[in-house]
């Protein structure tokens, strides 16, 4: 089919050309012939090769213009309206005889048989039946005759007939799927050749060409193999994996032993093994010079030769120290290598350290997350900042805690609104905050909210218009070790809306309410070897706790009182505490408070009651009833 068709042709030349006998239905075979199409169709799109699509394509144009040919021609010429009369009369007579055939040929649900028609009327129908290819029919019309004792040399020619249809009809679908086969070999389709095989197989196992077309598809297939390993051999030089490479070459080898291919790709191999060894060496040199280096902080010396070694030869080895390096903070120099703290937060990552030389900064700072400020002492390096303009250190960004060490923070100036800000506020962050002085605040000292947490350790939180320290929040939470909360105008520390705790070696001195406040805390709160004296309410005020534990504490000199337990708290313990020289009473617990463990408390000399269990306590009038202080005010962006 590579010529080409310009001139039309006629449905004769159409059904030659595509090897159809005159009896052959397209129908039967069109599904065929349009999947050649689009095979044909598909070559045209993916052969690079000029002259090879060519006669793709002409041969497309030919087969797409015999199959219109055949689709649009009719078998039949065209019946004048006359003809279409008389066929309306023959379908007429028909239709009535068929009603009388039916009830003559049909009883009690059973055909009559074949043999009730006449001797030619049942050979018109076996011509029929073999005409459409339907040698089963054929088949039982004979077997029928037969017992009619219908003439045996009619029977002979009839059956020689049926085996010369039924052979032509293997031989077309052979010669169909030998086409197929050699179309899709040269095509390289090399499986649908082989499936294409399996087909003729079935039909024809020893047709001559079967063998040579096998032969064909398994050197292809090898020919494919090689070509792959070579190529996958190439792509493993060229990343640098050798020993895949080698794995390849060993295969190859196995399969085409004196391929021309092996001798260049082992040249190959052997350079590129060579060249990764000495890249492997020099890295080995750079990673043990960077280790030389560390000593715990940041260098950039040492960052810039592991990031060397890597570019060279990267392993494992090199990415976990590197790793590790690199997490090493900076060291940021106020005021010697930056003016203004700000200026140093500006350009630091997570780790990096900010060094405070001894003097007053006059800053509000908003923290990173994973930062450190670190001061001289905390006398001598002292953040401040106006109390009506803002906080002096803001944190709410959420992640790694952030350190404040050795610093004093205040406030400057007098401030008595109805909001004001806490010197610092811990909103959704975590702080760490050491060896640091919070001072002269206009609201809290601390402010802990919405899911904040805060650890404090060896600080001091004093003289603030509110409270020293205030928890708020079903998520705040604080940790407090040798804190002292002294001097504070409201409570030394302040849980509320939520919040919880751990105090522990702290105290809470000379504070205008209670040492520790708590009303309905959303957590435990424990509270350990911690003193509480001279306040001017309670040493500790505690209502609607979910858990509670006193253990070990010091409670003196209260005006009113020393431990007050209110409004059904669950699970309190007091253990060994002693509660002395307070006002009014040293212990009072409100009935309904769930008290799991009472043991080894002192509880004496205080003015009126020692230890009040199961109390019950009048309700507060508006004067009397001690009020929650307010929030810090919202954080400015």
């Not at 006449?118 to 088949?139: G, H, N």
């Not at 040269?186 to 040579?212: N, S, Y």
């Not at 900042?385 to 050795?406: D, H, M």
């Not at 858990?547 to 209260?558: A, F, G, I, M």
Request: charged share 25%; aromatic share 6%.
């Amino acid at each position: 089919m590579s010529e080409t068709i310009d001139a039309p042709i006629t449905q004769k030349e159409a059904r030659l050309r595509l090897g159809l006998g005159k009896r052959d239905c397209l129908a039967d075979y069109l599904p065929s012939w349009l999947d050649a199409e689009e095979r044909l169709a598909k070559l045209v799109v993916e052969t690079d090769d000029l002259l090879t699509r060519a006669k793709y394509e002409a041969d497309l144009k030919s087969l797409r213009q015999i199959i219109e040919v055949l689709r649009n021609t009719p078998s039949h010429p065209k019946r004048s309206y006359g003809m279409w009369v008389w066929a309306a009369l023959v379908a007429v007579m028909f239709g009535a005889g068929l009603i009388g055939y039916l009830k003559w040929v049909v009883q009690e649900g059973k055909e009559m048989p074949t043999g009730h028609l006449s001797f030619d009327d049942q050979k018109a129908q076996f011509t029929k039946v073999l005409e459409i290819r339907r040698w089963s029919e054929a088949e039982e019309i004979l077997t029928s005759l037969s017992e009619q004792d219908a003439p045996e040399d009619w029977i002979s020619e009839a059956r020689a007939q049926i085996s010369q249809g039924q052979a032509e009809e293997q031989g077309q679908q052979v010669g169909f799927l030998i086409g197929n086969a050699q179309a899709a070999l040269e095509a390289g389709r090399l499986t649908d050749a082989r499936q294409f095989c399996d087909q003729i197989e079935r039909i024809q196992p020893d047709h001559p060409k079967l063998a040579k077309l096998r032969s064909l598809i398994d050197e292809g297939l090898l020919q494919v193999r090689r070509m792959l390993i070579i190529q996958t051999t190439q792509n493993s030089i060229e990343v640098g994996n050798w020993q895949l490479a080698e794995k390849n070459l060993a295969e190859l080898i196995k399969l085409h032993p004196d391929h021309a291919e092996i001798a260049r790709l082992r040249s190959r191999i052997d350079e590129m093994r060579a060249t990764v060894e000495e890249d492997r060496a020099k890295a080995n040199e750079l990673l043990t010079k960077a280790r030389q280096l560390d000593n715990g902080t940041y260098s950039a010396e040492a960052l810039s030769i592991l990031e060397e070694a890597m570019r060279i030869a990267p392993n494992d080895e090199l990415r976990s120290f590197y790793k590790k390096v690199s997490a090493y903070g900076r060291a940021l120099k106020v005021p010697s290598e930056y003016k203004t703290i700000a200026e140093a937060i500006q350009v630091t990552r997570e780790n990096d350290r900010i060094l405070l030389a001894k003097g007053t900064y006059q800053e509000s700072l908003t923290i990173p997350a994973g930062i450190e400020i670190i001061g001289e002492s905390r006398k001598s390096t002292i953040i401040e900042y106006e109390g009506a303009k803002g906080s002096v250190i803001t944190l709410n960004q959420p992640g790694k805690k952030s350190r404040i060490a050795s610093l004093t923070l205040r406030h400057r100036g007098l401030v008595n609104e109805n909001e004001r800000y806490p010197v610092v506020a811990v909103s959704g962050a975590r702080l760490q905050l050491e060896d640091s002085n919070v001072s002269s605040a206009s609201g809290h000292g601390i402010a802990v909210i919405n899911g904040g947490t805060a650890e404090l350790a060896q600080c001091e939180i004093s003289q603030s218009g509110w409270d020293g320290i205030v928890v708020q929040g079903g998520k705040s939470s604080i940790l407090l070790a040798n804190v002292t909360c002294r001097d504070n105008l409201h409570n030394g520390l302040d849980f509320w809306e939520g919040g919880s705790g751990r105090i522990e070696d702290s105290q809470f001195l000379k504070n205008g309410r209670s040492g520790i406040y708590a009303i309905e805390p959303a957590g435990k709160i424990e509270i350990i070897s911690t003193r509480s004296e001279h306040n001017r309410q309670l040493g500790f005020y505690l209502l609607s706790a979910p858990s509670l534990s006193v253990t070990k504490c010091e409670v003196h000199h209260n005006l009113l009182g020393g431990i007050l337990i209110e409004d059904s708290t669950k699970q309190t313990n007091l253990l060994g505490n002693k509660v002395t020289e307070n006002g009014e009473v040293g212990i009072a617990i409100e009935r309904g408070v769930q008290l799991m463990r009472f043991e080894g408390n002192v509880v004496e000399q205080n003015k009126g009651k020692q230890v009040w269990k199961d109390a019950i306590f009048p309700e507060p009038t508006e004067t009397e009833s001690i009020s929650v202080p307010p929030p810090p005010p919202a954080l400015q962006e």
